[in-house]
């Protein structure tokens, strides 16, 4: 008994005292999230009119757009499951890092050359529908979710495993990665608000290809060569670091199939896991009514235009994207942050339940803004009997700072999560890339819910994006009193391993 109390300790402290990368490489690696960043934003800003020009009927959207989610839930776990046990001589992140890019480059190109392949195959320009355009764009956007899911997991892996044992810079380097995904966002719409941008190639516009369709391709285009120019700097600047022994017996050695590793991590998770898991899942089920509708609940509530009916809509459309870019430099300004905010605070889970009572109450603001707006243009109606005016600049100023507002609790749900995760997952004995993709399982099935959900929920209270406003003010309030009461503290920063071993002790 005596030996094995001798040895049982001895491995614990070894993933514990890892080195960790300097700062600066780190930040190599976090700025992968730019490029990445980049192109979904252009499918916010851009694809809208494309989506019209190819002629998509509404129940192909549906079907687009729940691509998102499902390549979340299935590809995240599957390539975290996989990138931890994998033996390359590359790494075991970088595979996957360079397929994703790879993938992301094909979708692009699939994508943005729609419009031409569905003519080259015999789509006629004269008729509304597309069909073999609309085939290609599909393939393509399921290619480019899937590729992008593919990026998220190992980026966010990588970042662990080089922060080594340093809790503190798994924070840091998430809150860094929160920072690039902001920059990728204000890139990403500021191409897409710039309607003359295809004039820098000016090949992109054809026969098949009108102006909305030459500056997609032209925005994606830039945002492939930004990917690709941050993905090979990272990768060949920062040397991924060798598992130990110990990572290597847990992580690599067991071929257990995928399916039964997921049901197995299911069943081992700690508490603090389940509850993490818990918090992100409402957390998510708060942000995804406003993500989804955000510049819809512009258009209609606060503008009070129609879709197809006047400019009301369009004006308040234009003012969400202007709102979206605010709500952009806030959240990266926050993202550097993170650190001093959590040390005032008095630490990250207490950082995360507050600002979800923040979040809790711009959701429940977004009630008093559109009855506001409403009074307004009843008082404009009953004078004219015309079409009423723009709301009245306090009331778009209102809107605006709500927007920016917004880019706060952002910051932390993009960076905190995903640190708590490696952290947790860390001190268990986990892998980290299937930890995350398990993640990620909390953000996906949320966001599935509420697309499905919100339509009909809304249409029992009289149509309108405010009941599921309401709804996610309600989930964010309950998210942060579990983040407050439940949520473990993470492990003090821990700079010698003589700390670290006391900290494991602890933290079991």
């Keep these: 008994m005596e030996v094995e109390t001798i040895h049982k300790p001895k491995p614990q402290p070894e993933p514990r005292t890892i080195p960790s990368t300097p700062l600066r490489k780190i930040i190599l690696v976090a700025s992968i999230a730019a490029g990445i960043q980049f192109g979904w934003a ?32 299935l590809v995240q776990p599957i390539v975290g499951y996989h990138s931890d046990r994998c033996a390359s001589r590359f790494g075991r992140r970088r595979p996957f890092i ?19 392949l569905g003519h080259l195959f015999g789509d ?38 080089i922060s080594g044992s340093d809790t503190r810079k798994m924070r840091t380097a998430n809150g ?12 990403g719409f500021s191409a897409g608000s710039y309607t003359h941008l295809h004039k820098m190639l000016p090949f992109t516009m054809t026969k098949a290809c009108d102006v909305y369709c030459a500056n997609l391709k032209t925005c994606f285009f830039l945002s492939i060569a930004l990917l690709i120019a941050l993905t090979i700097l990272a990768l060949t600047s920062v040397p991924e670091p060798t598992p130990t022994p110990e990572v290597v017996g847990e992580e690599i050695a067991p071929a257990v199939p995928f399916f039964t590793e997921i049901v197995a991590a299911f069943k081992e998770l700690q508490r603090p896991v389940w509850i993490l898991l818990v918090v992100t899942c409402l957390n ?9 509708f955000d510049t819809d609940w512009m258009g209609r509530e606060v503008y009070g235009g129609e879709v197809g009916n006047g400019r009301l809509y369009d004006l308040g459309v234009r003012a969400g994207a202007f709102g979206l870019m605010l709500n952009s430099v806030v959240l990266g300004c926050v993202s550097l942050g993170i650190e001093i905010l959590a040390r005032a605070l008095g630490g990250v889970k207490r950082l995360w ?60 749900t993009y960076s905190v999560p995903f640190a708590l ?66 949520l473990p503290s993470p492990p003090p920063d821990l700079p010698t391993a003589k700390n670290a071993r006391a900290a494991a002790a602890a933290f079991h």
């Design 124 to 161: 006629s320009l004269d008729k509304p529908t597309k069909p073999r355009a609309i085939a290609v764009f599909v393939v393509g956007f399921w290619i480019l979710d899937v590729a992008n899911n593919m990026l998220q997991g190992p980026c966010r892996a990588l970042l662990a495993d």
């Design 98 to 116: 360079v397929a994703g890019s790879s993938l992301v480059t094909i979708a692009v190109f699939l994508i943005g050359y729609a419009a031409d």
């Design 42 to 73: 252009l499918q916010l800003s851009l694809l809208t009119p494309y989506v019209q020009l190819l002629g998509i009927p509404h129940t192909w959207a549906a079907f687009i757009w729940l691509c998102g989610p499902i390549s979340g839930m």
């Design 421 to 486: 995760a490696s952290i947790f997952c860390s001190n268990s004995g986990a892998g980290k890339g299937l930890s995350l993709g398990v993640l990620n399982l909390a953000i996906v099935v949320p966001q599935m819910v509420v697309s499905v959900a919100s339509g009909p929920w809304d249409a029992l209270f009289g149509g309108g994006n405010l009941p599921a406003f309401v709804v996610g003010a309600i989930a964010a309030v309950l998210s942060g009193i579990l983040a407050l009461t439940m």
């Design 353 to 412: 339940g507050l600002v979800n009572f923040l979040l809790a109450i711009c959701l429940a603001m977004t009630v008093l803004i559109t009855k506001l707006a409403q009074s307004a243009r009843h008082g404009a109606v009953s004078v004219s009997g015309a079409e009423p005016p723009p709301p009245p600049a306090g009331i778009k100023a209102g809107a605006l700072a709500l927007f920016a507002l917004l880019g706060i609790p952002q910051a932390i």
């Design 284 to 292: 998510w089920i708060a942000w995804f009514p406003f993500l989804l």
């Design 176 to 187: 860094f990665y929160s920072f690039f995904m902001a920059v990728g966002n204000v890139l």
